[in-house]
């Protein structure tokens, strides 16, 4: 028979402090993001597919190329969503538009799929926190997403991040220059191969955040985005620079910025790793002005980003966790023991200790090596020459120490009151 395992690019989470490393991630994100104002919104994972085509882009290689689709039994074409943004601007249209509200803050979390080739920091599935701000097209809202990351990140003690920013423009700004930029680079797609001819053809902006250095040294020649950007868009960008200096956030300019997805204008960010490897993107976002319209909803600017959460545990250490609650591990020699432990089990598991009794069978020497295996800081043992004596046998498992003590004293050993 086959052997069941989990599928090639989906990951179990399951190693304690690995968890607890998420759960910490998560909940300092909820602060931070509560703080300013957002709230979570949660969207169902299955979707139609049209939402994710018309929303990312039917050009992308996140549709084109990597998306889970499937069909339902009445053959509406379906998608597990390949990211966020497409289903919280439904949601937010489906609910909020439809009653003249225009504004909002949202953030989300959960798992996201993409039928990528699994490598590292490069998975199947992945999962993402993100938020989205509608409602504003001021240059500060797109700094103000922009910090919150950064407080995020800072928050968790992350070093050795990096923050780029681009400007893509207007629709019709960037529709010029993807016209000059084509021009140019058909008159050198002889030089490289099929893939990246293809690319010149459905979205030459792509060229330009291609790694292979032969190609960064052929853009050197190319024309430049910033050139084509208006006025107005010129300003915008200068004004995020200055909102971004006055809250002392460092940054660099990185021209050919310009991410995967097709529904961005204006203002773009990437926050990399240097420890990350090939896959250094740990954040990413912007600002998308004319996705809410494209939906069929009125015109409401917005910016947003999302953050891919296996990529950000892979940078943290777990010495980020609070020194843990002590962990007590219960042994009961005898009906009657278990029947005097419940309650006491209890007792410690209110004052916010970690406690567990064992309920399998077996020899003490079992049970203790499941205890050790357990991580456990303390075992209480009772049987019934304990039991007799009102004490407890109370093992430290880092010493190999032993005591009897009461119940009392005990608890005195776990610096707990009375
Ligand atoms: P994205 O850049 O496609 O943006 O993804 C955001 C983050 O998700 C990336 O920076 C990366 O850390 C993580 N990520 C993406 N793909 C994978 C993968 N295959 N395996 C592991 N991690 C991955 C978005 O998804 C946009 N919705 C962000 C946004 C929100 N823009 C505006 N609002």
Same mark, same amino acid.
């Given at each position: 028979?086959? $052997?069941?395992?989990?599928?090639?690019?989906?990951?179990?989470?399951?190693?304690?402090?690995?968890?607890?490393?998420?759960?910490?991630?998560?909940?300092?994100?909820?602060?931070?993001?509560?703080?300013?104002?957002?709230?979570?919104?949660?969207?169902?994972?299955?979707?139609?597919?049209?939402?994710?085509?018309?929303?990312?882009?039917?050009?992308?290689?996140?549709?084109?190329?990597?998306?889970?689709?499937?069909?339902?039994?009445?053959?509406?074409?379906?998608?597990?969503?390949?990211?966020?943004?497409?289903? @919280?601007?439904?949601?937010?249209?489906?609910?909020?538009?439809?009653?003249?509200?225009?504004?909002?803050?949202?953030?989300?979390?959960?798992?996201?799929?993409?039928?990528?080739?699994?490598?590292?920091?490069?998975?199947?599935?992945?999962?993402?926190?993100?938020?989205?701000?509608?409602?504003?097209?001021?240059?500060?809202?797109?700094?103000?997403?922009?910090?919150?990351?950064?407080? *995020?990140? #800072?928050?968790?003690?992350?070093?050795?991040?990096? *923050?780029?920013?681009?400007?893509?423009?207007?629709?019709?700004?960037?529709?010029?220059?993807?016209?000059?930029?084509?021009?140019? *680079?058909?008159?050198?797609?002889?030089?490289?191969?099929?893939?990246?001819?293809?690319?010149?053809?459905?979205?030459?902006?792509?060229?330009?955040?291609?790694?292979?250095?032969?190609?960064?040294?052929?853009?050197?020649?190319?024309?430049?985005?910033?050139?084509?950007?208006?006025?107005?868009?010129? @300003?915008?960008?200068?004004?995020?620079?200055?909102?971004?200096?006055?809250?002392?956030?460092?940054?660099?300019?990185?021209?050919?910025? @310009?991410?995967?997805?097709?529904?961005?204008?204006?203002?773009?960010?990437?926050?990399?790793?240097?420890?990350?490897?090939?896959?250094?993107?740990?954040?990413?976002?912007? #600002?998308?002005?004319?996705?809410?319209?494209?939906?069929?909803?009125?015109?409401?600017?917005?910016?947003?980003?999302?953050?891919?959460?296996? #990529?950000?545990?892979?940078?943290?250490?777990?010495?980020?966790?609070?020194?843990?609650?002590?962990?007590?591990?219960?042994?009961?020699?005898?009906?009657?023991?278990?029947?005097?432990?419940?309650? $006491?089990?209890?007792?410690?598991?209110?004052?916010?200790?970690?406690?567990?009794?064992?309920?399998?069978?077996?020899?003490?020497?079992?049970?203790?090596?499941?205890?050790?295996?357990?991580?456990?800081?303390?075992?209480?043992?009772?049987?019934?020459?304990? #039991?007799?004596?009102?004490?407890?046998?109370?093992?430290?498992?880092?010493?190999?120490?032993?005591?009897?003590?009461?119940?009392?004293?005990?608890?005195?050993?776990?610096?707990?009151?009375?």
């Amino acid at each position: 028979m086959k $052997k069941l395992q989990s599928l090639r690019g989906m990951e179990d989470l399951y190693e304690e402090l690995q968890v607890r490393l998420w759960q910490e991630v998560e909940s300092k994100a909820a602060v931070i993001f509560e703080k300013a104002g957002f709230t979570e919104i949660r969207t169902p994972i299955l979707e139609l597919k049209e939402l994710f085509a018309r929303g990312v882009g039917e050009t992308s290689d996140i549709v084109s190329k990597e998306m889970y689709e499937l069909e339902d039994r009445k053959g509406q074409k379906l998608a597990l969503r390949p990211e966020g943004t497409a289903s @919280v601007v439904r949601a937010f249209i489906q609910h909020y538009t439809s009653h003249q509200i225009q504004e909002g803050r949202f953030y989300y979390k959960g798992p996201m799929f993409r039928y990528e080739r699994p490598q590292a920091g490069r998975l199947r599935q992945f999962h993402q926190i993100g938020a989205e701000l509608f409602g504003s097209n001021h240059p500060m809202a797109d700094v103000e997403m922009i910090s919150l990351l950064e407080k *995020l990140l #800072r928050s968790l003690h992350l070093k050795e991040i990096s *923050l780029q920013i681009n400007s893509l423009g207007l629709p019709e700004e960037r529709q010029a220059y993807r016209e000059a930029l084509q021009g140019f *680079l058909k008159k050198i797609e002889d030089l490289f191969s099929e893939d990246f001819k293809e690319r010149v053809q459905k979205n030459p902006l792509r060229v330009l955040d291609s790694k292979d250095p032969k190609v960064q040294e052929a853009l050197k020649e190319a024309p430049k985005l910033e050139f084509f950007l208006s006025e107005e868009s010129r @300003v915008h960008f200068k004004q995020v620079q200055e909102f971004l200096d006055l809250l002392k956030i460092d940054y660099q300019i990185n021209p050919y910025l @310009v991410r995967g997805l097709d529904y961005y204008d204006q203002t773009v960010f990437e926050f990399l790793s240097g420890d990350l490897g090939a896959q250094n993107a740990v954040a990413g976002g912007g #600002r998308y002005n004319h996705l809410v319209a494209s939906f069929g909803g009125p015109s409401v600017p917005a910016v947003g980003f999302a953050l891919g959460m296996e #990529r950000l545990v892979s940078l943290l250490d777990t010495s980020l966790l609070k020194t843990q609650a002590k962990r007590v591990y219960f042994i009961a020699l005898d009906l009657e023991s278990t029947k005097l432990l419940l309650p $006491k089990l209890e007792e410690l598991r209110q004052d916010a200790v970690i406690a567990q009794i064992d309920l399998s069978e077996g020899s003490l020497k079992a049970k203790l090596k499941r205890a050790h295996r357990w991580e456990a800081d303390l075992v209480i043992i009772l049987g019934e020459g304990e #039991r007799q004596k009102q004490s407890f046998l109370v093992k430290d498992m880092a010493s190999g120490e032993q005591f009897e003590l009461s119940w009392q004293d005990f608890r005195k050993k776990l610096k707990l009151n009375n």
